[in-house]
């Protein structure tokens, strides 16, 4: 997708701190960490803009990032950790390439209800 930065990141076109690379994911550290562990996990593939364009076209791609995050927490000796998508403007998206935060190192306790 043109003006995508991360199809740039992907694509290696825009450098990045990777963590972790197959020929569909790619996982890189976060250039404005919110945690002490902070990497972003996506497809490499455009296909989709976020998480409300989930389809069974694509999910099999959403399983293999959750599986990159899950060997990393475990690579990394992650205690606990969170994994995120905001989806759309109003949930503070920034960029409209599907990823996943992975948030780790700090107390990520939430009181939800
Ligand atoms: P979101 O706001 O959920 O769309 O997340 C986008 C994330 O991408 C933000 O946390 C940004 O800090 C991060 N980000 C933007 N540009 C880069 C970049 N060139 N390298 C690494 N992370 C980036």
């Given at each position: 997708?043109?003006?995508?930065?991360?199809?740039?990141?992907?694509?290696?076109?825009?450098?990045s701190?990777?963590?972790?690379?197959?020929?569909?994911?790619?996982?890189?550290?976060d250039?404005?960490?919110?945690?002490?562990?902070?990497?972003?996990?996506?497809?490499?593939?455009?296909?989709?803009?976020?998480?409300?364009?989930?389809t069974?076209?694509?999910?099999a791609?959403?399983?293999?990032?959750?599986?990159?995050?899950?060997?990393?927490?475990?690579?990394?000796?992650?205690?606990?950790?969170?994994?995120?998508t905001?989806?759309?403007?109003?949930?503070?998206?920034?960029?409209?390439?599907?990823?996943?935060?992975?948030?780790?190192?700090?107390?990520?306790?939430?009181?939800?209800?």
């Open positions: 997708m043109p003006d995508c930065i991360f199809c740039k990141i992907a694509a290696g076109e825009i450098p701190n990777k963590a972790y690379e197959d020929d569909d994911v790619l996982a890189f550290h250039v404005n960490p919110q945690a002490p562990v902070h990497l972003l996990i996506i497809p490499k593939a455009h296909v989709a803009a976020g998480a409300a364009e989930i069974s076209e694509n999910s791609l959403v399983g293999h990032c959750f599986e990159v995050a899950a060997k990393l927490a475990k690579e990394l000796h992650l205690e606990g950790f969170r994994i995120v905001n989806n759309g403007a109003a949930a503070g998206q920034t960029v409209p390439h599907l990823h996943f935060h992975l948030l780790a190192g700090r107390d990520l306790t939430l009181h939800l209800g």
